[in-house]
């Protein structure tokens, strides 16, 4: 399976609402992602593009790593538009990413199927996840049982052609300002077109450090026991009544 990871090591000036700016820190936190997804097992291919320019080249290293893993792993870097990112906000810088990689990327070519991570982020279960994930489905879960009007972009996975025809052009659409954040962008595409969602088989065990906050992502494993079942319920979904988990 593909995983494609995202991300942005050097932040513009101009970008808003972002408390992790540190490069160095960023990379490390990259880098530390990308070899622990490299490491799960769980992905034969692995994409991460970055859009500021940062060079693809210095972080080549990690490809040897990954082909002792027998994983396929393709590194993009480009420049995005920092003033339409400044103007719209984060989720723009995001959309146009996967723009550059749907006409970029070589690992793409032929795949049918793809996991999406928001990059410097962990999800220690991914392997479990992976392994019961049927491809041709749609998965996405909300943020959190409080935010139960948009559908969550840190991970989600669904088909290439889906993306593609439905998602990809969609981000120009992000204004952070108005509250129309990348989140409730997708989700309006999938009730616009009536796309069929279905939560993760496992509830996501996210870890890491939020870029706009600087919060941790932590979990307890006991609560992410009983989420699993919700999860496999079918709970997590826009519109649905919530629960205490």
Known sequence: MLLI????????????????????ERLRQYEESIRFFIRTEAFSKIIFCENSNY??????????????RQVSLEILSFKGDAGQAKIHGKGFGEGEIMQHLFQNSVLLEGESFFVKVTGRLKVDNIKDIVSKIKEGQCYFNIPNRTHREMYDTKIYAMPVE???GRFLNAYDRVEDSKGIYLEKVYTAVIREHGIRVKNFPRFPRVTGVSASTGADYVYTEWK???????????????GKRSSSF
Not at 5 to 24: C, Q, S, V
Not at 224 to 238: G, T
Request: aromatic residues 14%; charged residues 35%; proline residues 2%.
């Open 5 to 24: 990871l995202t991300g942005t090591i050097r932040p513009a000036k101009e970008t808003e609402f972002l408390a992790l700016r540190d490069e160095k």
């Open 55 to 68: 060079g693809a080249e210095k972080l080549s290293y990690l490809a040897e790593e990954a082909k002792e």
């Open 162 to 164: 889906l993306f593609s």
């Open 224 to 238: 992410c026991k009983i989420r699993d079942v919700f999860s496999f319920l079918q709970f997590y979904k826009v």
